[in-house]
């Protein structure tokens, strides 16, 4: 399970203060508390043990990793699901996990912007019941045929469910047949408006999709295996929200894009809190090229993605001070 917010706070507060050298007074500045807790916080980690010359013990090992992924990725929070033998199945944690903290984020009375897939899906699965009332839940993108699981609307409508919230679907397909029907119906009242509104969300919540030939956007019909690996040849590196991104993270000029039914990625990006939930090792390249995009302020991942990630980020960093 994941640590309390008020441990993972405490744990914050000492790499801040210890690590990084901050005064209290900047450290509860960071932290949008009080410098009176920061104190409370410092003595905590002290008599707990937690701070002692590496600022943990092997207790907190997943907490010192999240913290130094903060750090090289500038995110705002990442949460570790261990992998350890000790742990249980990642498989069946990361959700749980990923339920907690998504529960966390949300403040009564905020909009909810929710995209699709299996890790979303099953996130709302296990996600427990909570009264929320004067919360929001929209759909980010439009909906995919009736035969296919993990649909956006499905996604949407559970979740709201969950938290006894409002749910908002996008009554329009995910990809239409030509880019001239698409930018007809990106035009209609109604889905101009919601789109419109993506940006007033206080939190998202999603995943990164990759561009295999088994990919959820081939899996729905959306693009053909071969359009796919066209696509990955053009410098498709994932898919947001059902819209494909390069290795930088940006939107790629493409045509499957063109007639795509779904919020702006300005729009996303522009959300102040922006979950993402990643477990498929597979998905390593399309979560690098998300986190360059933007599109990550709060991370679930596991602890051998964190490292993949963490290397990554050391490796570029190292490269760019040679260069």
Not at 17 to 46: F, K, M, P
Not at 122 to 137: C, I, K
Not at 233 to 258: F, K, M, P, S, Y
Not at 268 to 285: H, L
């Amino acid at each position: 399970m994941p640590a309390r917010s008020t441990d993972q706070i405490l744990h914050k507060a000492a790499w801040l203060y210890y690590t990084h050298g901050l005064r209290q007074d900047e450290v509860a500045q960071h932290l949008n508390i009080s410098r009176a807790s920061v104190a409370t916080y410092l003595r905590r980690a002290r008599e707990t043990g937690i701070v002692n010359i590496s600022t943990s013990t092997q207790l907190f090992a997943g907490d010192v990793l999240a913290r130094e992924l903060e750090d090289a990725l500038g995110l705002a929070s990442i949460w570790i699901v261990p992998e350890d033998r000790h742990a249980m199945d990642p498989t069946a944690e990361m959700p749980v996990v990923a339920a907690a903290v998504f529960l966390e984020l949300i403040n009564k009375g905020d909009r909810v912007g929710v995209a699709w897939g299996r890790t979303v899906y099953h996130l709302a699965d296990v996600m427990p019941y909570a009264d929320l009332q004067g919360v929001t839940v929209v759909q980010l993108c439009g909906n995919l045929g009736a035969p296919y699981s993990y649909r956006p609307d499905q996604c949407t409508t559970e979740i709201a469910r969950r938290l006894n919230a409002e749910g908002i679907n996008v009554y329009a397909p995910l990809v239409l047949s030509s880019e001239q029907l698409a930018d007809a119906l990106r035009n209609e009242p109604v889905i101009r408006e919601q789109m419109a509104t993506i940006s007033y969300c206080q939190l998202a919540l999603y995943s990164v999709g990759g561009i295999e030939d088994d990919s959820h956007l081939v899996k729905c019909g959306a693009l053909a295996p071969a359009e796919m690996h066209a696509l990955g040849e053009a410098g498709a590196a994932g898919v947001i929200a059902g819209q494909i991104i390069d290795t930088e993270g940006q939107w790629l000029d493409c045509a499957h894009n063109r007639r795509c039914i779904s919020a702006d990625l300005g729009s996303i990006r522009a959300i102040a809190k922006r979950m993402m939930v990643v477990q498929e090792d597979s998905k390593f390249e399309p979560l690098v090229a998300a986190i360059k995009g933007g599109f990550a302020s709060h991370l679930v991942v596991t602890t051998s993605m964190a490292r993949r990630l963490l290397d990554r980020w050391n490796s570029e960093g190292r490269n760019r001070r040679t260069t």
